[in-house]
């Protein structure tokens, strides 16, 4: 059994990596690996008439003919949505009050892996400034392993203590849930995690999102549909102001976000139609910056401050940071006068500037809207309380794609005559908007250089993350991924 000191061995390494890459994966069974905070808990489904996807579609056969499997797919997701959000406090996870918990986090693993049949030979001190790759690491054999077991305890049906059902032969690569380019972008995620708070198993705070996210999601859809409802209700809005209401929940969540996120992780992702999507990773790093910032752990191997315990989580206090995220985006479009002067008179001066650029995209029919939210992309989100939409620019991999899809590397290729062969020639693009923060790094210069080699480790679009940064060009800025440009090894759009 792997013990908290272990915790830079390789070892310990690769049995926190191994847990982290199951659970931000969501496994089949949440009583697996990633469920140490599940203990004690069991689904009940007490709704009332509850309609499987199967008794849905055969439904679906009695009022339509002709249907495109599409358009019936679209139409078991959004059934099942509404009678899950309608029926959201009859489904859910119940505490059983003399169920056995396990209270330490390595004594819960020991049920599922073992660390020591995947890798070859141990080491005692894993320096993380030098590992940016699973081939860093670990050598083919090992890899090969890792992801098996990986694939293993993503769809294994049983609890710990219990024998498990599936032959190992049985699980072919063929039906890998994930695939090896997407466990080794699960790596490189992974390492810029330890790297952010170091000699921890982040995994023990993976777990904690992944019981946080499954417990809360039906709670955040059924907000957000009850403030839609109410904030279009002909009667309040004779009697009230949408635009006061809003404003009050904001300031009640900020207080309430504010006052839980230290001992809560708060969950962080965005909105596809009238479906919150969470982001594990953004999720993930945002507490764990927290937790580094307060510097309580910096010294644990002197205090014998143990994190790895058992506790209970309050779901009730993980959704404060997604309302207001949601809650802002319905304010925002809705009122147009909060912009500042300044801030206002200073975009403008920034959009004639780039006038070049401008007219650039205008010729690929980009709306002057969608001009917009690209400009305050590229100014790390400067212009926000401007009534322009946004995405999470923090991590130099999303600035990246955000340059590659909005063609602005074509733009500095075609219209400036700028080559891409050195670091230096990417200051004009970090630099786009003169105020940005964001340092030039060697690593742009690996990524442009393999767009076009999928197989490399600097390959920047790896399947998973790009569909999903692509959803979320889509559905939170409005986008149509058709004026984007296409990766040409995959030709994906």
Same mark, same amino acid.
């Given at each position: 059994?792997?013990?908290?000191?272990?915790?830079?061995?390789?070892?310990?390494?690769?049995?926190?990596?191994?847990?982290?890459?199951?659970?931000?994966?969501?496994?089949?069974?949440?009583?697996?690996?990633?469920?140490?905070?599940?203990?004690?808990?069991?689904?009940?489904?007490?709704?009332?008439?509850?309609?499987?996807?199967?008794?849905?579609?055969?439904?679906?056969?009695?009022?339509?003919?002709?249907?495109?499997?599409?358009?019936?797919?679209?139409?078991?997701?959004?059934?099942?949505?509404?009678?899950?959000?309608?029926h959201w406090k009859a489904l859910f996870h119940e505490k059983q009050g003399s169920a056995k918990v396990i209270?330490?986090?390595?004594?819960?693993?020991?049920?599922?892996?073992?660390?020591?049949?995947?890798?070859?030979?141990?080491?005692?001190?894993?320096?993380?400034?030098?590992?940016?790759?699973?081939?860093?690491?670990?050598?083919?054999?090992?890899?090969?392993?890792?992801?098996?077991?990986?694939?293993?305890?993503?769809?294994?049906?049983?609890?710990?203590?219990?024998?498990?059902?599936?032959?190992?032969?049985?699980?072919?690569?063929?039906?890998?849930?994930?695939?090896?380019?997407?466990?080794?972008?699960?790596?490189?995620?992974?390492?810029?995690?330890?790297?952010?708070?170091?000699?921890?198993?982040?995994?023990?705070?993976?777990?904690?999102?992944?019981?946080?996210?499954?417990?809360?999601?039906?709670?955040?859809?059924?907000?957000?549909?009850?403030?839609?409802?109410?904030?279009?209700?002909?009667?309040?809005?004779?009697?009230?102001?949408?635009?006061?209401?809003?404003?009050?929940?904001?300031?009640?969540?900020?207080?309430?976000?504010?006052?839980?996120?230290?001992?809560?992780?708060?969950?962080?992702?965005?909105?596809?139609?009238?479906?919150?999507?969470?982001?594990?990773?953004?999720?993930?790093?945002?507490?764990?910056?927290?937790?580094?910032?307060?510097?309580?752990?910096?010294?644990?191997?002197?205090?014998?401050?143990?994190?790895?315990?058992?506790?209970?989580?309050?779901?009730?206090?993980?959704?404060?940071?997604?309302?207001?995220?949601?809650?802002?985006?319905?304010?925002?479009?809705?009122?147009?006068?909060?912009?500042?002067?300044?801030?206002? *008179?200073?975009?403008?001066?920034?959009?004639?500037?780039? #006038? /070049?650029?401008? %007219?650039? !995209? =205008?010729? $690929? +029919?980009?709306?002057?809207? *969608?001009?917009?939210?690209?400009?305050?992309?590229?100014? #790390? /989100?400067?212009? %926000?309380? !401007? =009534?322009? $939409? +946004?995405?999470?620019?923090?991590?130099?991999?999303?600035?990246?794609?955000?340059?590659?899809?909005?063609?602005?590397?074509?733009?500095?290729?075609?219209?400036?005559?700028?080559?891409?062969?050195?670091?230096?020639?990417?200051?004009?693009?970090?630099?786009?908007?003169?105020?940005?923060?964001?340092?030039?790094?060697?690593?742009?210069?690996?990524?442009?250089?393999?767009?076009?080699?999928?197989?490399?480790?600097?390959?920047?679009?790896?399947?998973?993350?790009?569909?999903?940064?692509?959803?979320?060009?889509?559905?939170?800025?409005?986008?149509?991924?058709?004026?984007?440009?296409?990766?040409?090894?995959?030709?994906?759009?």
């Amino acid at each position: 059994m792997k013990k908290h000191t272990d915790v830079n061995t390789k070892s310990g390494v690769t049995l926190d990596f191994i847990v982290y890459a199951v659970t931000s994966n969501l496994p089949a069974n949440v009583h697996g690996v990633g469920g140490f905070f599940f203990q004690g808990y069991r689904i009940i489904n007490k709704v009332e008439n509850y309609c499987s996807d199967e008794e849905i579609k055969n439904n679906i056969a009695k009022y339509y003919t002709d249907i495109t499997d599409e358009k019936e797919r679209k139409l078991i997701l959004h059934a099942s949505e509404d009678m899950f959000v309608y029926h959201w406090k009859a489904l859910f996870h119940e505490k059983q009050g003399s169920a056995k918990v396990i209270k330490d986090y390595f004594e819960y693993l020991k049920y599922f892996t073992d660390v020591n049949e995947i890798i070859n030979e141990d080491c005692n001190y894993v320096d993380f400034d030098e590992i940016n790759t699973l081939s860093d690491l670990y050598d083919a054999e090992e890899i090969e392993s890792i992801l098996f077991d990986v694939n293993y305890l993503l769809t294994e049906e049983t609890c710990y203590g219990y024998e498990k059902e599936q032959d190992d032969d049985c699980l072919f690569e063929e039906n890998y849930k994930i695939d090896l380019a997407s466990l080794k972008e699960d790596f490189e995620d992974f390492v810029s995690l330890r790297y952010i708070f170091r000699n921890t198993y982040i995994s023990y705070y993976a777990s904690q999102i992944l019981f946080l996210d499954q417990k809360s999601s039906i709670k955040m859809r059924r907000f957000m549909r009850e403030i839609d409802a109410l904030t279009n209700s002909p009667l309040i809005s004779e009697v009230s102001n949408a635009t006061k209401y809003l404003e009050t929940l904001i300031s009640e969540n900020e207080v309430l976000c504010y006052r839980h996120s230290f001992n809560t992780p708060q969950l962080d992702g965005f909105f596809e139609e009238l479906i919150p999507l969470v982001s594990f990773y953004d999720t993930l790093w945002n507490y764990l910056t927290i937790l580094k910032d307060s510097n309580i752990f910096q010294l644990t191997y002197l205090n014998n401050i143990y994190q790895y315990n058992y506790v209970e989580l309050d779901d009730e206090h993980c959704l404060y940071g997604m309302k207001l995220k949601y809650l802002n985006l319905k304010l925002y479009g809705e009122n147009n006068d909060l912009n500042g002067e300044s801030l206002s *008179e200073n975009f403008t001066y920034f959009f004639k500037e780039k #006038e /070049n650029f401008v %007219n650039y !995209l =205008n010729r $690929k +029919s980009f709306t002057i809207q *969608e001009i917009n939210i690209v400009l305050n992309l590229l100014s #790390e /989100n400067k212009y %926000n309380s !401007l =009534n322009i $939409k +946004s995405l999470n620019t923090d991590r130099d991999i999303y600035f990246f794609r955000i340059c590659y899809f909005f063609h602005v590397f074509d733009y500095f290729t075609e219209v400036e005559g700028i080559v891409f062969d050195s670091i230096a020639s990417f200051d004009s693009i970090i630099k786009f908007n003169p105020l940005n923060k964001r340092e030039n790094k060697q690593q742009f210069l690996k990524n442009y250089t393999n767009i076009n080699n999928s197989e490399h480790k600097d390959y920047p679009f790896t399947s998973k993350k790009t569909e999903l940064f692509l959803s979320e060009i889509e559905y939170s800025l409005g986008i149509d991924r058709e004026k984007l440009k296409p990766i040409p090894e995959l030709r994906i759009y």
